[in-house]
């Protein structure tokens, strides 16, 4: 069976369009419907039908998908993984958005610095992605929170404590630690990150007596730390989130003694079956890069 031709299957399928995926490909629209007709010939199938000007998946075709998907997935995956064996100058880190916004900058100056040699490419993904990513070889490294895959290495690199973050002149900035039940006086933004630490921080708000004003839900610490930024609410943010603006003066991080044991952890993971002789060589570098903040204790992340 012809790879090419489960190809152009699967990019039609996408695209919906024989001239889209043609431009995809970079082929010609005769060549692809050339490719699909011969795929339907091998499989006796017809895997598309044109309804006016609408072209559909025919029930066949929505069977044999799956596999297709598959197949170019695989052959995608080993020729990556040839080619990293013939250059092994590549090193692919998948990174939770925490590190990809926050630390990477500083961190692949570092890297650079100890591997002068070695190219870099950087995704951004969910921890669940990123260890999924590594355990299918996919990414060489990852940065993760809560991993559990028995086929991983794990080393915890960074622990940023959460805390309530508000602006520099909100009142609450003057008085230190505060009492958790004074949540109720001022808006909240609620990020959601979806890990257990975030969890500990929600059920200790329903077990308030009186429940925190929580005017925001976002799914992203840029878009909480905006809103906070603008003085619309005060939230929880992990401190490296905000490191920079608060050195800077425009938010205050403030202390509440009811969640002085929450933090975000993130480990370094990598394939058990992959032996990598700088893992603690950068493990090393992971917590230095980590640590040099200025104006924030290194103890606060390591």
């Known amino acids: 069976m012809n790879i090419d031709n489960i190809e152009a299957f699967v990019f039609v399928n996408h695209f919906g369009s024989i001239n889209k995926a043609s431009k995809a490909l970079f082929l010609s629209q005769p060549s692809v419907t050339s490719r699909i007709k011969s795929l339907e010939r091998e ?13 559909t998946i025919t029930d066949k075709g929505m069977e044999f998908l799956p596999f297709a998907e598959n197949i170019i997935r695989t052959m995608k995956k080993g020729k990556a993984h040839l080619q990293n064996m013939e250059e092994k100058n590549e090193i692919t880190i998948a990174c939770s958005g925490l590190v990809s916004f926050y630390l990477v900058p500083r961190l692949m100056a570092m890297f650079k610095e100890r591997f002068p040699d070695q190219k870099f490419r950087i995704m951004t993904e969910t921890s669940e992605t990123v260890a999924r990513m590594v355990s299918d070889g996919e990414a060489d490294y990852g940065f993760a929170s809560n991993v559990s895959q028995t086929k991983l290495n794990a080393e915890r690199v960074i622990e940023s404590p959460i805390r309530l973050i508000v602006p520099s002149d909100h009142p609450f900035a003057d008085g230190g630690a505060i009492d958790i039940e004074r949540l109720v006086e001022t808006p909240i933004v609620f990020f959601e990150c979806g890990s257990l630490d975030w969890t500990m921080v929600h059920n200790l708000f329903l077990s308030l007596k009186e429940q925190p004003d929580i005017q925001y839900e976002v ?17 929880f943010l992990p401190e490296l989130s905000v490191y920079r603006e608060l050195e800077e003066g425009s938010l205050a991080a403030i202390d509440v003694p009811a969640l002085s044991h929450v933090s975000l952890k993130t480990d370094l993971i990598h394939h058990n079956d992959i032996h990598i002789d700088d893992f603690d060589e950068m493990v090393a570098i992971i917590r230095k890069a980590a640590s040099q903040r200025p104006g924030v204790s290194p103890l606060s992340y390591i």
């Open 43 to 55: 499989l006796d199938a017809e895997l598309f039908r044109r309804v006016g000007r609408q072209l």
């Open 219 to 235: 799914d992203s610490m840029e878009s909480a730390k905006g809103i906070i930024l603008n003085r619309a609410a005060i939230g």
